[in-house]
Structures are given as structure tokens and as C-alpha cells.
């Protein structure tokens, strides 16, 4: 899937993810944020460009190990000297946690596939280009991103 479609949908998921465990603003806004950088960062460093083919999904960033490192330390980054509770780190954590595996599983759906251990694995073959797979998967992550603001927004 393209980028934009990464990013809407990574931080579809770790607003909601975050919901789920606390309702505070700043904490949802950080979730989102670094579900953000964890996607642009997959994607900046996970393909491997080769003359005059297209780029190839590298194991670093596209395996289920790499995607859970990656996430776990940008959300552990991003609540470093933050005053924050520990209710609301732990959702942090979980949420971007989940909106980096959102991107993992979006690159599932895709001819390419993802790692698992050492095999390439898809989970079904809809092309990263598909406007129309992009545009749902978008859809679907704004709603998310806006369903888990009005709790938020909502919530005493």
C-alpha cells in the first residue's frame, strides 16, 4: 500500500488502540504521532532499491520482529520526559505498537508479502497501487482516527 495509506490507517488504529486504555488527549495526539513516524520510518528504510526493477521489501523493517522493535522503541521514545501515568504510557506503547503492525499487515495484503522467519508470506495479492484499495483502507483509518477523537473529546 502506498505511504498515505500507511499513515492513515497506522494512526487509525493506534487512536483507537489508545482509547481502549485511556481517554486524555495529549496522550492520544502522542499515539498518533509516533504511529506516524514509525510508518514513515518503515517505509524510508525498508526497501531495497535495484536498477531498473522495483524496489523490494527488506527484512529489517517488513518482518514481524523488525515491525515490533521499530514500534516499541519509537513509543518508548516518545514518551520519554513526558509527564504522563503509567495508564497512559502503557497505551502510548500499545498503540503505536498497533499501528506499526497495521503497516505490517497492509504489506500482507500485497503481491510482495511480508517475512515471517525466513519466507515471504501474503496474505491475499491486491496491488500497492490499487486507488481503490488505498482509498477503503484510508477511509477506514479516518474513521478510526475520528471515531477515537469524539471519545476522547466526548469523555468527562
Do not use: C
Not at 497506522?10 to 481502549?20: D, W
Not at 488527549?25 to 518503515?42: D, F, K, M, R, T
Amino acid at each position: 500500500m502506498r505511504l498515505a495509506t500507511h499513515a492513515a490507517v497506522g494512526a487509525g488504529v493506534a487512536a483507537y488502540t489508545y482509547v481502549l486504555v485511556d481517554r486524555s488527549l495529549v496522550g492520544l495526539i502522542i499515539a498518533v504521532l509516533a504511529s506516524l513516524v514509525v510508518n514513515i520510518l518503515v517505509d524510508a528504510f525498508g526497501h531495497h532499491h535495484r536498477l531498473f526493477k522495483p524496489p523490494r521489501r527488506t527484512r529489517l523493517t517488513h518482518s514481524l520482529p523488525g515491525i515490533v522493535i521499530i514500534s516499541l522503541a519509537i513509543g518508548y521514545l516518545s514518551i520519554r520526559g513526558v509527564p504522563l501515568t503509567s495508564r497512559q504510557e502503557a497505551g502510548i506503547i500499545l498503540a503505536v505498537l498497533a499501528g506499526g503492525l497495521s503497516h505490517w499487515l497492509l504489506d500482507a495484503l500485497t503481491p510482495s508479502g511480508v517475512y515471517i522467519v525466513r519466507r515471504r508470506v501474503r496474505i491475499a495479492r491486491i496491488p500497492y497501487w490499487s486507488t481503490t484499495a488505498n482509498t477503503i483502507f484510508q477511509m477506514i483509518g479516518g474513521a478510526l482516527l475520528a471515531y477515537s477523537l469524539y471519545i476522547v473529546l466526548k469523555s468527562p
